[in-house]
């Protein structure tokens, strides 16, 4: 059991990486201050479970910084005139970088990550980011966590200082069931995670768009039912 | 006079700098579209002043974000517990990190501009950052640019299609008497530019922060009074 209480900032979407990835950074012994990102996405309940989640999972403190993407369009998730597209391969849902994808999403939510760093003087960061399912974002690949830590380190004040800002993104290399299997290991309430593109109006996921295509083949692949869609 | 109308984003805050990087990239041919920044500053006439000036130098297309720095705190820009210093020494100014500084803020604003850049199809993004009398800011200088342009090419989908988006920062290595010279060449006119700290309550400038300051000597090294000050 960690002791340790350095503070650390956690990108927490509501969604079954980021839980998992809440779940790590707590269990390393971090002090977990939890932060959202209301950017105009169509689907509300995600914001519902990243806020239930921190509590429920004890982080430090929790944010929702409304965030103005949806100006730029350009996206299936915040552009009302877009469809998420449904039932696609599992081959479409690897290649391409699909309308799902919001333009420098990950980008400007690290950066604000870092602001948030800066202010409570913590030196680590985590996002759950993930290379084997991201079907085709770019802003999900080692490299650009890589490059955001770099920068990380030259635009602040404890880069300047010669402190070290560390991004961890522990998901990166594990497939969606490793992630599962890794959450079920630490305790998370997978039910209570939320990760469908275009939910029903009462807020269930739809079981159709690629990120419930993907979570729901993972937990198959576990011997389970997806506990959300329970 | 350049033809090519090649779009770019100009991250314009309304103050001299900005302004003349507006203009810079204006006569290198590019569409400008600019962008500014709602970040809960005191300083409201500082966006009016990036509005009209967008509209007065022919930017193709004007978008303020509102951003949600103000929720994190820790600067005198934004924090109303804080008072942005006054009448400090050149020697003060040119050292350390001073309490204007907005966490992550240039991290934050880029990444925006990085979202609308791929919106838009654009691959310049131009920045008026100033290592010369940067104050301390670690986010304004020439390796945090460069780090953020490594950044934005592994972030986008530009960048995984082999396409180059480049910062430019045209100031960078330019003296504040030297960023007036050039900009009066192009025509900008300062009397419209807003850069104090802390203005009046009437939106004029205060006259002693350091951006006064810093703006103030710089008009005076080259035989002139500052125009906003007239």
Redesign the interface.
């Known amino acids: 059991m960690a002791t340790d209480s350095k503070a650390a900032v956690i990108l927490l979407s509501g969604g079954l990486d980021s839980a998992t990835t809440l779940a790590i950074a707590k269990d390393q012994g971090y002090a977990c201050h939890a932060i959202s990102f209301d950017y105009g996405q169509k689907q509300r309940v995600e914001l519902d479970a990243a806020a239930q989640l921190a509590q429920d999972m004890g982080a430090a403190s929790h ?1 929702t ?5 949806g ?4 996206s299936a998730l915040t552009d009302a005139a877009m469809n998420v597209p449904k039932d696609r391969s599992d081959d479409d849902i690897a290649h391409g ?1 699909p309308v799902t ?8 939510f ?3 990550a ?3 760093a ?2 409570l003087d913590a030196h680590d960061i985590f996002i759950g980011v993930n290379a084997v399912d991201y079907s085709g974002y ?2 999900c ?1 080692p ?2 966590v890589e ?2 830590q ?3 380190n ?4 404890a ?2 200082e010669g402190e070290t800002i560390t991004v961890h993104a522990p998901l990166i290399s594990l497939t969606k069931p490793q992630i599962i299997e890794r959450g079920l290991t630490l305790g998370v309430d997978y039910a209570k995670t939320h990760t469908c593109y275009d939910p029903t109006p009462e807020g269930r996921p739809c079981g159709r768009c690629d990120a419930c295509l993907l979570r729901i083949a993972a937990f198959k692949s576990l011997g389970m039912t997806d506990p959300a869609l329970q």
Chains 1, 2 share one sequence.
């Open positions: 944010r910084v409304r965030v103005d993407l100006v730029f369009g350009g970088i994808y919001v333009p420098a999403r990950n980008t400007v690290l950066s604000y870092l602001g948030l800066e202010v770019p802003d690949r490299e650009f490059a955001f770099n920068l990380a030259l635009a602040t004040k880069g300047v």
